[in-house]
T-cell receptor, first 116, second 112 residues
């Protein structure tokens, strides 16, 4: 089946630094990818929809200048958490919809971000 | 707007017990319905889906039937295993859109 990968799987950084998370669709092209944030024992919160070749669409309450999204190709989207603070510590999950095949939304394995 | 409501967990069962996790939804039109499973420390995996009324999705012994009259998509399994311990998310997507709407998730714990 289709696979979505994320890198890194875990990252620990100091407060004030920026962290980039990559999301790749490995065997299908994704014009649209999604970035979610998940707090412990809670559901997924959609942060933004990433569109290849255009600006991302952010959900209400998500700071676009803090969470920079770039979808430069049909298989890669990146999320950069700028000037990270401890409250940004969370599990970040990306997903991509395979519209050309099974029309299923596949999820990456997630990235655990810890900001000290 | 769209919404998904799941039974709150945790649900604790003994191995080989019968499982039901309730899911109801509110949506306009005819959404597609999904169950995703999240194992500890991992992302979500699609478990099963149904795209129209009366469809039954099934996978790995799990089943769910799209019931439009009751706006439900309850997840069932006849005999759970310890390895089924995970968090289960019900979700819907309107056919006109890209976005998934998730329920709150239900943690299942299966004891030997």
């Amino acid at each position: 089946g289709a696979v979505v990968s994320q890198h890194p799987s875990r990252v620990i950084c100091k407060s004030g630094t920026s962290v980039k998370i990559e999301c790749r669709s490995l065997d299908f092209q994704a014009t649209t990818m999604f970035w979610y944030r998940q707090f412990p024992k809670q559901s997924l919160m959609l942060m933004a929809t990433s569109n290849e070749g255009s600006k991302a669409t952010y959900e209400q309450g998500v700071e676009k200048d803090k969470f920079l999204i770039n979808h430069a190709s049909l298989t890669l989207s990146t999320l950069t958490v700028t000037s990270a603070h401890p409250e940004d510590s969370s599990f970040y999950i990306c997903s991509a919809r395979d519209t050309g095949g099974t029309d299923t939304q596949y999820f990456g394995p997630g990235t655990r971000l810890t900001v000290l | 707007g769209n919404s998904v409501t799941q039974m709150e967990g945790p649900v604790t069962l003994s191995e080989e017990a019968f499982l039901t996790i309730n899911c109801t939804y509110t949506a306009t039109g005819y959404p597609s319905l999904f169950w995703y499973v999240q194992y500890p420390g991992e992302g979500l995996q699609l478990l099963l889906k149904a795209t129209k009324a009366d469809d039954k999705g099934s996978n790995k012994g799990f089943e769910a039937t799209y019931r439009k009259e009751t706006t439900s998509f309850h997840l069932e399994k006849g005999s759970v295993q310890v390895s089924d311990s995970a968090v289960y998310f019900c979700a819907l997507r309107n056919n006109a859109g890209n976005m998934l709407t998730f329920g709150g998730g239900t943690r299942l714990m299966v004891k030997p």
